[in-house]
């Protein structure tokens, strides 16, 4: 049992073949998952247990079911509901687990180089091999390059909503002392939350509860009227990206209880005691504001994480993509060798060639019309037909296909009633910008996660005799299994004490008590387990009987 591993690789480090292959096991091929999160739970779930010889790498030993975090973070739901322990998850394809980082990939040798802490604080190295490799280590916040951001929270990991939880109960019982000053006492109740999406959106629905429901009754001493929430927004509307009835409805209701929200507003510093931002007016000139802070959320949007950022740059230029890793519409990660790398959730995109196909369609109309596409001029009805075609073969771009009719009038500058070339131009290099990103969704990591598990479940039983029949070394994924296409089933987002729904497509609904319910069986049919479905069920009863705990 004393087997060394042993070294190789472009480091030279230890490779853990012993550890991950024993003899059972030792025919199966590799399946590397790095990152324990909705893409790579998803796909655990739906593989088939006997197939592959499974390895999950995480730093974190949990699933987190994010969409409730913002609800934990004000004692709603505890946070140990939360959470479903990645171990518990893999037992069912027999997998192993590694708490650690993915800091590199070795395409060429398949290899991944992976680093953890050992029991003196020292960082070890090594290799971990694969067949299959699948990328799926989600987002980091976005600083947007903004200052003092130490003196910010965020909303990310299970940590994060602990932190946050104890310093709004902090602020509340130092708001209490009779030393504070009526200034300090306000200062500690305003909270801010900056970005204007649905997770600080859903947060500052949920600290309103809170403070409406518990406080009168926990905080006597406290006037309702020191308390201020505010949302600080780039754009001009909240929940920006979703459907315009949502996002209407969301302001109404911020705005009958008294939750500011501070639009076409660009943070440019967070001091400890203050945020200071600029403000658009409506004759266009900007004016700088300041706000005090008791507590600032810091939340507009994610970027890639390190280990994204690294791949990226060094797959070189087929990854163009600065926000994501780019993949093939069937996940295989753009530039490493075909079929042994993928990638899906937030840390990737799907390239689908959007404008490329528009072109096509438009040099075929042109030659119908017997004229140079130059001279195409495309009418109304030309573009429906367009966005149609669009529709049908990048149902991924459906969440955006309801503005496309809108952009023709929006790239008519003229107002001519037609598109030219030019127009086209221009409406095409925005197209592609924005088609070409899936959203960053659990549900997006989710539909990622079963569409491999599935093909990965059919590769295994088809691949030897495909192999025999000489596909050895054709393009086995597209011969076997279709390519992915996201099903947009509707964003949802809370906001105090009712939920608005997105269901694409123009539909959306918005609502009170009964869309409260709407949303928790929506999140209960989601969740991964009985298990936390059970402990969610029995937070929200405890909280209807006896309200939230404030300790900390
Ligand atoms: P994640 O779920 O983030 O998982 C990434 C995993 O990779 C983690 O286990 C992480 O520890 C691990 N990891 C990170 N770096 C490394 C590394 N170097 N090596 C190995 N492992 C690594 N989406 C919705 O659809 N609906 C919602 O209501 C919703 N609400 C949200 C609320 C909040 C507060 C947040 C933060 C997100 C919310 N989201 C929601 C978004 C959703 O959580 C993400 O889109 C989803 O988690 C993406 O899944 P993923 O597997 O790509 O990444
Ligand atoms: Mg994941
Ligand atoms: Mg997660
Ligand atoms: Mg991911
Ligand atoms: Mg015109």
Redesign the pocket.
Known sequence: LALQPRRGGPKNLPIAEVFIDDDVTKSKPRLVI?????????LLKELNPDDYNVTV????N???F?????SATVGTLELRSLVEP?RRIISRVHGHFIR????DVEFSEKLVE?SQLDHKGKEVRFYVPYDKLVV?????TNPHGVKGLENAFF???IND?RMIRNKVIQNLELACLPTTSDDERKRLLSFVVSGGG??GV??AAELFDLLNEDLTRHFPRLLRNEISVHIIQSRGHILNTYDETVSKYAEERFNRDQIEVLTNSRVKEVQPDKIIFSQKQEDGSVITKELPIGFCLW?TG?SP???SQKLAKKLGSVQTNRHALETDTHLRLNGAPLGDVYA?????TVQNNVAESIVTFLRNLAWKRGIEPEKLQLHFSDWRQVAQDVKKRFPQAINHLKRLDKLFFEFDKDQSGTLDFGELRELLNQIDSKLTSL????????Q??CYLAHKFNKMARISDAMLANDIRDGDLDAAIYKAFEYRHLG????IGNSAVFDLGEGWSMAGGLWAVYAWRSV?FAQSVSFRTRSLMAMDWMKRGLFGRDLVA
């Open positions: 790095l990152g324990g999160g909705w893409g790579g739970v998803a790498i995480s730093p974190a949990y699933f987190l994010t969409p409730m975090l913002p990645i650690a980082r993915a800091e992976v799926a280590v989600g987002s980091s909303l990310k990991d909503a649905p997770t859903e947060f939340s994610v994480t390190s280990l899906i959730g937030d840390c990737s959203p960053a969704t659990a549900q997006r990591a989710h990622q996660g964003s949802l987002a809370y999140y």
